[in-house]
T-cell receptor
């Protein structure tokens, strides 16, 4: 089955710890995205990547880092510098980044709670 | 400035009835795409329907249709014959041609509860 997987589904972290969220896609999409969702709100873009070994900051990149070493994988690290990391994190991919027509497809999400 | 506005925070609809979810948008681009997503309580964002700014006909996908009024900058989602499984949060989103990131800009969402 083609799709996007994210792991873990739930993640608990102590303050001051870095944690990495996994995102894998087998859709052969070039573009991948990380969004953050807070309760009762829409999604906000953290990072995006148009192609392997290239990524760009989104609207709320502070305290986060990413890598794109393989086309299929786009892991997100939430660092201790992120002031309020408790949120729901969604990974998405699309065929390409440019153009208004390409649909983004989402993974099931990771719910991160900082204790 | 908010680019996508969904004015209905929540609504109840009876099973088998139709429901319209409002969405207005703000852009100066001539080319843009409008998307609707469904988010059930499990959290996954499920793509429902797409409308391009140059599409002359309103988009339809099964029980979902989009009432696109370009001059009014509105893209309302219509769900016909509601089912209990339609209970979820619904988000309207826009992607502008001039945004090289391909970023989706989301509204705050509308919570729909379908009652028997």
């Amino acid at each position: 089955d083609g799709g996007i997987t994210q792991s873990p589904k739930y993640l608990f972290r102590k303050e001051g710890q870095n944690v990495t969220l996994s995102c894998e896609q087998n859709l052969n999409h070039d573009a991948m995205y990380w969004y953050r969702q807070d309760p009762g709100q829409g999604l906000r873009l953290i990072y995006y990547s148009q192609i392997v070994n290239d990524f760009q900051k989104g609207d709320i990149a502070e305290g986060y880092s990413v890598s794109r070493e393989k086309k299929e994988s786009f892991p997100l690290t939430v660092t201790s510098a992120q002031k309020n990391p408790t949120a729901f994190y969604l990974c998405a991919s699309s065929i390409q980044a440019s153009g208004s027509r390409d649909t983004q497809y989402f993974g099931p999400g990771t719910r991160l709670t900082v204790l | 400035a908010q680019k996508i506005t969904q004015t209905q925070p929540g609504m109840f609809v009876q099973e088998k009835e139709a429901v319209t979810l409002d969405c207005t948008y703000d852009t100066s681009d001539q080319s843009y795409g409008l998307f609707w997503y469904k988010q059930p309580s499990s959290g996954e964002m499920i793509f429902l329907i797409y409308q391009g700014s140059y599409d002359e006909q309103n988009a339809t996908e099964g029980r979902y249709s989009l009432n696109f009024q370009k001059a009014r900058k509105s893209a309302n989602l219509v769900i016909s014959a509601s089912q209990l499984g339609d209970s979820a949060m619904y988000f309207c989103a826009m992607r502008e041609e001039t945004d090289s990131w391909g970023k989706l800009q989301f509204g705050a969402g509308t919570q729909v509860v379908v009652t028997p």
